[in-house]
């Protein structure tokens, strides 16, 4: 079909399709004045995405997602925030409420949940594409009942915004305050173990016996090592004969005794040449050697016995030495456990006291989150009662209507033209019969015989 078959149905078929497009518009508009008209308030909301939490002074973390936006959103439309305007409101103790809830739901559920459900069916959130506006759109046959309820549902969004800040705070600081008192008592505990075991073993967190100690020991270290020497020197002096001694030798009575035994020796051999034996002289010398060497031998004996008592008790001062040093290492072994166990106790009491002290400052920080009545929500621009109607739109609802109606108008023209075809030009004729045209007589003759120029064309072509 060409545009000039379109035009020709068109004309043909003018009256239905202008039937149906006045049917449409005319209906439209009845419909259009008959409706009740709607009125719809806007408040405006700026959600401030770079707000700061108030008592940490931190970015809160959930402005910075990119669905917060959708979530305030769900927020606004959700039960909770109805229930809160149909309370603040006082709707349900209206009495015509109470009437249409009992006629719609025959008295079952809640009148708040129904009413709720009907705010939100006419309440309509639009949030900004590129900024933090929101705009809440309230429909109503009141024009400041729309606004009332508009302003009330930006209330309560901001209220239950505020709750669920407030609300999880308040948990949290009701758990700390809580787990406070147990850390409180782990705390006084660990203080007791620590105060009782430095009352049991005499310590202190600055006790420097341990140091005393430690240098007791090393210095009965030195002793012992000089006592060994001393040991080792006297079993040496043992081992030597009496004589030989270095102490007999350098002994100045030895000495002395050993120079007179030899003068009173010498004598004694003069004495012999000259005079015999039985001489009283002779005798008397020889007493004189006598005594002078027993003199000697008994020094030598002392000085030897000396050296023996010298290492005797140089082994026993070492026995002591010795005793004293394990009794020492026992001792200072014993301190460094009290000392180790004293550690273990003060590092209890210090991790008590970090847990309890990190717990006070989270319930104090939690506290006054739980007080805060800040909110990154604030209204830019509260809903006034509307002057204009937002709806029914008349202007354009006959628009539409004539587009529509115009649409419809041609489809039932066409829909006419297939159900009864009729040859309106010789592009039809062609069409139908599959030859050519020779000519077209004018309009008006054309019309008187185009039922027999259409007969005659079949009838032709039957006998082709």
């Known amino acids: 079909m060409n545009f000039t078959q379109f035009l020709l149905i068109l004309k043909a078929r003018a009256w239905v399709a202008l039937l149906a497009l006045g049917v449409t518009v005319a209906t439209t508009l009845v419909v ?9 308030a806007t408040t405006t909301l700026v959600v401030d995405a770079k707000a700061k939490e108030p008592v940490t002074g931190a970015l809160l973390p959930a402005q910075l997602l990119p669905g917060y936006l959708a979530t305030q959103v769900d927020i606004l439309t959700s039960q909770n925030v109805a229930l809160k305007v149909v309370n603040g409101l006082k709707l349900a103790d209206n009495p015509q409420v109470k009437a249409d809830f009992m006629a719609a739901t025959e008295g079952k559920g809640s009148i708040q949940n129904w ?24 429909k109503g046959t009141d024009p400041q009942f729309a606004a009332i309820v508009s302003n009330a549902f930006a209330q309560a969004y901001i209220h239950t915004n505020l709750e669920l800040k407030v609300e999880p705070a308040r948990q949290t600081s009701a758990w700390y305050e809580t787990k406070i008192k147990s850390l409180r008592t782990s705390l006084e505990e660990a203080q007791s173990k620590l105060s009782a075991y430095q009352r049991q073993h005499g310590l202190f967190a600055s006790d420097e016996r341990l140091d005393v100690e430690t240098s007791r020991l090393a210095e009965l270290s030195s002793q012992l090592v000089a006592a060994q020497s001393s040991t080792y020197d006297s079993a040496s002096k043992q081992k030597q004969s009496g004589e ?10 030895v000495q002395t005794l050993r120079a007179d035994l030899a003068r009173a020796e010498g004598k004694l051999s003069d004495l012999a040449e000259r005079v015999g034996k039985n001489h009283p002289q002779y005798q008397s010398a020889k007493a004189e050697v006598d005594t002078l060497r027993a003199k000697l031998n008994n020094e030598i004996s002392t000085a030897t016995k ?13 026995g002591d030495l010795r005793a004293s ?8 072994l014993q301190l460094k456990k009290q000392r180790d166990d004293l ?28 007080e805060n009545t800040q909110t990154d929500v604030s ?6 009662p509307p002057i204009e109607p937002s709806s029914p739109k008349i202007m354009l609802n006959t628009i539409l209507a004539v587009f529509l109606g115009g649409l419809l108008g041609i489809g039932l023209a066409f829909l006419m033209e297939m159900i009864d075809r009729r040859v309106r030009s010789g592009e039809d004729v062609a069409a139908a019969l599959g030859i050519p045209v020779l000519g077209e007589l004018g309009r008006n003759r054309a019309k008187r015989r185009g039922l027999l120029s259409a007969t005659r064309f079949k009838a032709a072509g039957a006998q082709a």
Request: proline share 5%.
């Open 32 to 40: 259009s004045l008959l409706l009740p008209k709607q009125y719809t």
């Open 115 to 138: 009413l709720g459900e009907l705010l939100i069916k006419n309440l309509e959130i639009e949030p900004s594409r590129e900024s933090s506006v929101i705009r809440i759109n309230f």
């Open 244 to 253: 030989s001694l270095p102490d007999v030798m350098n002994s100045p009575v």
């Open 306 to 318: 000396g050296v023996s008592t010298t290492a005797k008790v140089a082994m026993e001062r070492e």
């Open 325 to 332: 040093l394990s009794a020492q290492k026992s001792k200072v």
């Open 343 to 370: 550690t273990v106790l003060l590092r209890d009491v210090e991790n008590a006291q970090r847990a309890y002290d990190t717990a006070l400052q989270r319930y104090h920080q939690t506290s006054l989150e739980a």
């Open 379 to 384: 209204i830019l621009n509260p809903a006034v």
